[in-house]
Structures are given as structure tokens and as C-alpha cells.
């Protein structure tokens, strides 16, 4: 007999709850990372002021992205705690669970009094704080990504995929435009400093009812449904994806350590801290420099849709390599445009990385989903994409702060993010292309093959 989880996976027909499940992954993701974002770029434009001030412009900029980068230690054990619930319990309670928690993170450190109220606890709360962001980002994003990727047809799984990962870009669009907004409207000059910048923080209590909403409409994952009357949920989850996989969550991580490092370069703040310092080469107003990480995330947007899209196509791992050969364009273009201390053409810069951003990460839901076993997926996705943004990400823009420190010049940075480009490329050549591939439990065996390429099946 054919189950109903059969159908929804198989079938190439697009249902009522498939697009659902769409359409809440993409708006759950998308308050979520602004969240994520409202913070790394308040990082670079005032946190350094209002919470590391004693230490002094360039050491308080490097605190200041330290606290972002520090957050992203903790998404491992946010995806160990994700994983093992996702894996016993199901993917939509975790999903859940994160909203709450990365929402509820946010709002309090819009309220948060800073060091010249109440001195070293300023600092020490809002580390805390983002801490807690980073245990919730740990966990969401293997949430959504299973809820939209189980629900979809065999072969729209990278155009499903692709649902969650557009949150990201559209979380960075409102992040930025919000930003914009205050400092050029609404709180300009010093009233941004002085309070403006709260308002964002203190706007993302909406991501409590976007939880709420989620959890009261949205269906479970119908390949967890069909393990759970099965009863094959792994009691270690763990324990067996470490077992049995562990160098397949390296090269997973190393993939994404590629895409984030580039990533976290302009949603970590490094680009709006780098262009706006009065004391830089470049000293550009902070407004502009917001509009144009905006116009760029509509280019990572579009390009994370398409890259999805294709993929279905000619296959996850042809999108990729595509991807990294723009992304590797877009890193060495981006610097010697940037520094011409032109609007256009920084934000020219800024949109050719987009789009190999973009690029590298609209296929990714599908082609980690495609490489674990239904048993451990859930933790396998999680913990390789926290440990991809811990050796991509966490401390891209802390590095390249330092670098132009230390060397004077941004060349520095552009062959640091060339150097993590093509690690990722060479983890992608190293793995198969398992598009495509039964994601039932029923087919436990033939996911348990290595996709490694240099492993024997």
C-alpha cells in the first residue's frame, strides 16, 4: 500500500500543503535571519561605540565582531540539540522552538542599557544575548529546510530547497532597509546613535507570532511521519551520524565554510564598518552604504532562486561549480571597486558577489538533504551547516578587520576569501551528485551509501 508520505515525496504535483509549507519556511527563515542580521550590522555601525567604547575605535570594532563571530561557537551545540529532537521528534517542533528563542534574544537587546549606563554588565549581557542567537540559528535552519525539501516532489526539491535559503537574502533586504530607513529618515545623525537603533531589535517581536502561526498551520515532515510509524527514529542519532558519517560532515561543512566566509564579508557588517569609518580611506555615510547591501540582496535573492531552480535541472553539483566560479569573479572584483569610493560601483561590487553567493547557496538544502540518511538527516544537515559557518563565517569579518590592520591593504582579504572558495570547491568535486535520490525510510540503505567519491559504495 502507498503511503500518504510516498505521494507527497514522489509525486511531481504541487499541493495545497506543499505550498504552504513553502510559503511558511520562506517568512519563518526570513524573520529569523533579520533578526540575525539587525545585530551583525549594528555590530559595525554603533555597537562599537555604545558597548566596547573604552577599547577604542579599531580594537572596539574587532570586539564588536568578535561578539558576532563568538555567537557562531554556539551554533554547533544549538544544532546537537536541534538535531537530536528534529531526529526523535520531528522537524516542525524545533522550528518552532528556534523562532521563539532567537525572537525573544532580539527584543532584549533592543532594551538593553549600554556601557556608559551600567559599564562591563553591558557587554557581558549582550554576549549573552547573542549567544542565545546563536543556538537558535543553529538549530532553525535544519528545520526549515527538512520541512520544505520532505514536502517536495521528487524532482522540485531544489526549487523547494531553494524556499528557506531566499529567508536569508530576504532577512538582509529588511535588516538593511530598516537600518536605512532609521539613519536616514527617521533617526538620522546622533538620534540613531543615541536610540534609533533599538527600533529594529524591538520590531522582531513579530517573530513570536510568526512562531505561533507556524506551529498552528504547517504539517509535519511526511518522511518523519512515515519513521515515526515505522518506528526507526534513532535513539543516538548522534552517536550514528558520527559513526558512520563523520568525514562526509566534514566535506559538508567546508562546502558551506566557502559560500558563508563571502557571505558574512557584507551580512556580518565588515563591508558597512569598512566603508563607513570616518577615520578609513573611504568614510562614505552609512545610509548609502545600506542602500546598496540592500540593492545587492536582491541580487542574492534572485541568483538563490535560480540556482535551486537549476539545479533540478543539470544537477546539484554542476550548480555549484558554476556558482564558485562566479563567486571567485565576485571576490576579486569586489575590492577594487569598493575602494574607488563610488555609490554605483560599490554597490556593483557588492551585487557581483551577491550573485555568486547566491549562487552556492540556493542548492544547498537540497544537496545536504540528498547526502544523509533519513535516520540522522536532520542532525547531519544542522551540525555541517554550524560548522560550515564557524570555519566560513564566524569570523570573516573580524578577520578581514585585522588584515587590512595588519597589511594596510584589502588585497588581504580578497585572497582570504579566494583561499575559502576554492576549499569549497575542491569539497564539492569530492562528493556525488545524489540528486534525486529516495528520501524515505524505506530507503535507508541506498541514502547509507558513501557520497564521498574517494570511498568505495
Keep these: 500500500m502507498t503511503t500518504q508520505a510516498a505521494v507527497l515525496v514522489t509525486s511531481d504535483k504541487m499541493t495545497r500543503e506543499q505550498r504552504k509549507v513553502a510559503y511558511a519556511t520562506i517568512i519563518g527563515t526570513t524573520v529569523e535571519w533579520y533578526d540575525f542580521f539587525i545585530y551583525a550590522a549594528a555590530a559595525g555601525l554603533v555597537f562599537k561605540d555604545l558597548f566596547f567604547a573604552p577599547a577604542g575605535n579599531t580594537l572596539g570594532t574587532i570586539l564588536a565582531f568578535a561578539t558576532v563571530g563568538i555567537s557562531f561557537l554556539f551554533r554547533p551545540l544549538g544544532a546537537f540539540l536541534a538535531g537530536y529532537l528534529g531526529d526523535r521528534y520531528g522537524r516542525r517542533i524545533v522550528l518552532v522552538m528556534t523562532l521563539v528563542l532567537m525572537g525573544l534574544a532580539t527584543v532584549c ?25 546563536g543556538l537558535a540559528a543553529g538549530g532553525e535552519w535544519g528545520g526549515a529546510v527538512l520541512l520544505a525539501v520532505e514536502h517536495a516532489p521528487k524532482h522540485k526539491r531544489g526549487r523547494f530547497g531553494a524556499f528557506p535559503q531566499m529567508g536569508v537574502p530576504l532577512g538582509l533586504i529588511l535588516a538593511s532597509a530598516m537600518l536605512a530607513l532609521m539613519t536616514g529618515v527617521i533617526t538620522p545623525g546622533e538620534a540613531f546613535v543615541e536610540w534609533g537603533w533599538r527600533i529594529p531589535f524591538l520590531f522582531s517581536i513579530v517573530l513570536l507570532f510568526v512562531g505561533h502561526w507556524i506551529r498552528r498551520t504547517v504539517d509535519e515532515s511526511p518522511v ?13 542519532p548522534i ?3 558520527f559513526k558512520n558519517h563523520s568525514l562526509l560532515v566534514l566535506l559538508a561543512a567546508l562546502v558551506f565554510a566557502g559560500n558563508s566566509a563571502c557571505g558574512y564579508m557584507t551580512t556580518g557588517g565588515f563591508i558597512q564598518s ?20 540592500t540593492i545587492a540582496s536582491f541580487v542574492w535573492l534572485f541568483s538563490t532562486f535560480v540556482s535551486g531552480t537549476i539545479s533540478d ?12 566560479a562566479v563567486q571567485l569573479g565576485g571576490v576579486f ?13 560599490l554597490a556593483l561590487g557588492l551585487c557581483l558577489l551577491a550573485l555568486g553567493i547566491g549562487l552556492t547557496y540556493g542548492v544547498q538544502s537540497a544537496f545536504y538533504s ?6 540522522v538527516r536532520f542532525s547531519g544537515i544542522s551540525i555541517s551547516y554550524a560548522l560550515g559557518a564557524i570555519l566560513g563565517g564566524a569570523f570573516a569579518p573580524m578577520i578581514g578587520t585585522w588584515l587590512v590592520s595588519v597589511t594596510g591593504t584589502t588585497w ?20 556525488r551528485d545524489r540528486s534525486g535520490i529516495p528520501l524515505g525510510p524505506d530507503h535507508e540503505e541506498e541514502q547509507a551509501k558513501s557520497p564521498i567519491l574517494w570511498k568505495s559504495q
Design 274 to 293: 569598512y566603508a563607513t569609518n570616518p577615520n578609513g580611506p573611504l568614510a562614505i555615510p552609512r545610509t548609502p552604504v545600506l542602500i546598496c547591501v
Design 109 to 133: 537587546i533592543g532594551l538593553l542599557p549600554t556601557y556608559a549606563s551600567i559599564g562591563v554588565a553591558a557587554p557581558i549581557i549582550l554576549l549573552i544575548l547573542r549567544i542565545l542567537q
Design 412 to 431: 588581504s582579504v580578497t585572497i582570504y576569501l579566494a583561499t575559502m572558495t576554492c576549499i569549497a570547491l575542491l569539497a564539492t568535486l569530492s562528493l
Design 333 to 345: 572584483a569586489l575590492f577594487p571597486l569598493v575602494n574607488t569610493g563610488s555609490i554605483p560601483l
Design 239 to 241: 552517536r550514528a551520524l
Design 370 to 375: 540528498e547526502l544523509f540518511p533519513a535516520s
Design 224 to 236: 518523519f511521519e512515515e519513521i515515526k510509524q515505522r518506528k526507526t527514529a534513532s535513539k543516538t
Design 313 to 324: 535541472y543539470i544537477g546539484r553539483k554542476k550548480t555549484y561549480l558554476i556558482g564558485w
